[in-house]
């Protein structure tokens, strides 16, 4: 185990106290976690979501070990200007943030204008007392909030302002569901906030559901991106380890608009609309 994983910790370390990163462009962030919410909260988020879809509200109070890998990625000097062709991405969004560790380390980093990190809405408070405990180590032209997402709910993909430029993810699939793929529904969720010129970068765990990242791999590679690279060899070389990935999706096939059917010229006196 590397010395910086985070499942060695005891439980004070990995579900209570600060998580602070040391970030590879040199500089910090604090990431406050919270315990895990109690029955009666986890019993009130099944009025919009079933159990497996709350599960972020219970998994997401603490910094998972590919919530860091990626930290280090996208403040890694320069690797976010080369995904962009050495350009500067002016708008990004974070997926299932949890703590909103990732967009903190991107807000520190400079490389990205606007940030949006979203989650189920009871992450909402922590995600923002994060935001405000770090503005400090933010540029001062970053804009950075948060907001509520369910994937693939279709009020809450309107709200926002898509497509971005940069979209963020780690440890996004992390169980088997047969009744309602999550694959199938972060595909959609990728789709629908996705542009032209869109990069998504996501830090996958391969312990928890090494199945379902392999079919999500796949799958987007079939139905919604030209490219679906694992370029695991861009994480900085004390963070890779066997049990994580991390995938570059690129050029979204963007779905065409049915060609509406010409009427078929008829004699005078008659005139047919199929």
Request: proline residues 5%; contains cysteine.
């Amino acid at each position: 185990m590397a010395w910086w994983q985070r499942s060695y910790l005891g439980y004070e370390g990995r579900f209570k106290d600060d998580c602070v990163l040391e970030l590879a462009n040199g500089k910090q962030v604090q990431v406050g976690q919270a315990p895990c919410p109690d029955k009666k909260k986890k019993k009130a988020n099944k009025d919009e979501q079933t159990d497996k879809e709350a599960d972020p509200v219970l998994s997401g109070t603490t910094v998972w070990d590919c919530a860091v890998v990626l930290a280090q990625c996208v403040t890694k000097p320069d690797l976010i200007s080369e995904l962009f062709q050495h350009s500067k991405p002016e708008t990004c969004i974070e997926l299932g943030a949890g703590t909103g560790a990732v967009s903190l380390a991107c807000a520190a980093s400079g490389a990205v204008d606007s940030i949006t990190i979203t989650d189920l809405g009871g992450m909402m408070p922590l995600i923002q007392k994060n935001i405000d405990a770090n503005q400090s180590s933010f540029g001062s032209n970053v804009i950075i909030q948060c907001q509520p997402l369910r994937w693939a709910d279709k009020t809450d993909l309107a709200s926002l302002q898509g497509p971005y430029d940069l979209i963020l993810g780690s440890d996004l699939i992390y169980y088997n569901d047969e009744e309602r793929s999550i694959v199938n529904i972060l595909i959609e969720t990728l789709s629908a906030l996705s542009g032209p010129h869109t990069v998504v970068l996501l830090a996958l765990s391969q312990v928890h559901a090494p199945s379902e990242v392999e079919r999500f791999k796949h799958r987007s590679a079939e139905v919604a991106f030209e490219e679906v690279s694992d370029v695991s060899y861009l994480i900085p070389e004390e963070y890779r380890t066997d049990e994580s990935v991390l995938l570059l999706l690129k050029g979204p096939k963007l779905k065409q608009k049915k060609k509406r059917k010409r009427p078929v010229e008829q004699p005078m006196g008659r005139l047919n609309l199929e």
